[in-house]
C-alpha cells in the first residue's frame, strides 16, 4: 500500500493531459527545478527555474528571464492553447512562445525526484480551445 505522500507522487506523475487547452498553475520553493510536459515523441514545453542564473532565472522553452522569488515562491500560471503557450511567474514576468506540432498520445508531467522536492503544487485545468484548427505547422 502506499502512503499518502507516495499517493500524491504517483497522482502527480500519472496525471495525462488529453489535449492542447489547459491553463496550469505551478508553485515551487526557489531552488532549482525543471518540469517538462511531454507525449509519446518528447517534450513540448518545458518550464525551469534556476537561481543561480543570474539574470536568467526562469526558462519556458528556452527562452530565459530574469525572476527573484516571490513571498519566498515562484509561481507560474501557463495558458497552453494549441500553438501558443503564455507563461506569466510571479505576477512580473511574461512569456510568449510557440509550440509547432500537435501532441501525440497523452500529455505528462515529468520532472525528476530532485525537482518534486521543490515542487509545492501544480494543478492542471481545461479549458475551453478558442478554435478546433488552431494548431499552426
Known sequence: ?????????????????????VELELLAQPRRFRVDL????????SIAYDPEKTGAEWSLNGKNAPLTPWNERIHVHLYWDGSVVEAIANLLRSCTVRVYRAPKGPVRAVFSDADLDALISLVATKIRPISKDRLTT
Do not use: N, T
Open 1 to 21: 500500500l502506499l502512503q499518502p505522500i507516495e499517493q500524491q507522487v504517483h497522482a502527480l506523475r500519472s496525471a495525462a493531459i488529453s489535449e492542447p487547452s
Open 38 to 45: 511531454v507525449d509519446d515523441e518528447g517534450a513540448l514545453i
